[in-house]
């Protein structure tokens, strides 16, 4: 894994099109949440940093489920990262309960065209598809026990940072300009098909 931060896309920008296969059969695209706010998450299965808030992930979606769209989408290399297959989303989402549409960006083209760098990545858009927020779930992370192994008991995650944005868009005002970057797996680019904003952090 190498740790990664946020590429923290500029705010205004205008949420970038897509239309992507969802686990349960549908093709979603972005046109169908015109009018309404829209928030756009970068996860996977099997990244440590995703499972870390993967509870409150639910609980924040479900919570606004009927203000705002909602999408998850999935962009890692699945032949190199079978745990991240379309198969394996399937069984994510029935797993977690996850009621929002998960989506898969097999040639990682919509995750480029977001800038998109990690998991969890999260790009948060106003009524008009304009970015209002970028970057992390909350301040929390995982601890690192060991290769593979960790545990989130110490810190777990409440989505605060999130939720404050959104309240902020329902309210008619903008969320606060500090935003902080998220900071998890990097994207597991398609050998060759790294963008060029692709970098970790040591």
């Given amino acids: 894994m190498a740790l990664t931060e946020s590429t923290m896309l500029g705010l205004g920008s205008k949420a970038p099109e897509f239309s992507l296969p969802a686990t349960d ?15 756009v998450m970068f996860i996977c299965n099997h990244c440590p940093y995703v499972k870390h808030l993967a509870g409150q992930l639910k609980s924040v979606a479900d919570d606004y489920a ?4 909602v999408v998850g989408i999935q962009s890692n290399d699945t032949e190199n990262y079978p745990e991240d297959s379309f198969e394996k ?3 994510e989402v029935e797993r977690r309960g996850y009621r929002f549409p998960y989506l898969i960006d097999a040639d990682q083209n919509v995750a480029k065209a977001y800038t998109a760098a990690c998991t969890p990545d999260f790009f948060l858009f106003d009524s008009d598809h304009c970015l209002a927020y970028r970057g992390r779930f909350d301040e929390t992370r995982p601890t690192r026990v060991k290769s593979g192994v960790y545990d989130s008991t110490n810190s777990p995650a409440s989505g605060s940072e999130l939720r404050a944005a959104i309240e902020a868009l329902l309210a ?3 969320p606060a300009e500090k935003q902080f970057p998220a900071m998890g797996c ?4 398609i050998a060759g098909n790294e963008p060029d904003y692709y970098s970790t952090v040591k």
């Fill in 25 to 39: 059969g549908r093709v979603i695209d972005k046109g169908q949440f015109n009018g309404r706010p829209l928030l």
């Fill in 66 to 69: 009927n203000r705002i769209g």
């Fill in 89 to 91: 989303m399937k069984e």
């Fill in 172 to 174: 008619g005002k903008r």
């Fill in 186 to 189: 990097n994207i597991k680019w």
